[in-house]
C-alpha cells in the first residue's frame, strides 16, 4: 500500500459518523487542514454490497458531480473511502 500525505486511511465504518463525532475528532485533524482557507466538502465513498453495485460508471457520475459541486461554491472537496471501493 502506498503512502501520500492527501490520503487519510479509515478505520472501522464510515457509516458511524455523526456531528458528535466529527466534533470530537476534528482536533485531531486540525493541523491537516489548518492549511485550507476554504469551505471543505468530506465525502465518503462507500463501495458495493449485497444490494447495490457500485460500478466505475457510478464512480465517474459521482466525481463530476462532487466537483462540479466544489467548484460552484469555492470549496475543497475531500474523499474518504472505505475498505469495499474498489481501485
Keep these: 500500500e ?11 465504518s464510515l457509516t458511524k459518523i455523526d456531528e458528535k463525532i466529527i466534533a470530537s ?6 493541523s491537516w487542514f489548518c492549511e485550507i482557507k476554504k469551505t471543505k466538502i468530506a465525502l465518503l465513498v462507500g463501495g458495493s454490497s449485497k444490494k447495490t453495485i457500485f460500478s466505475p460508471e457510478s464512480a465517474k457520475k459521482l466525481a463530476e458531480i462532487s466537483s462540479r459541486i466544489s467548484r460552484n ?8 473511502t472505505s475498505r469495499r471501493t474498489d481501485d
Design 2 to 12: 502506498k503512502n501520500y500525505k492527501n490520503v487519510i486511511t479509515t478505520i472501522g
Design 25 to 30: 475528532e476534528s482536533e485531531k485533524f486540525s
Design 73 to 80: 461554491i469555492d470549496a475543497k472537496l475531500i474523499i474518504a
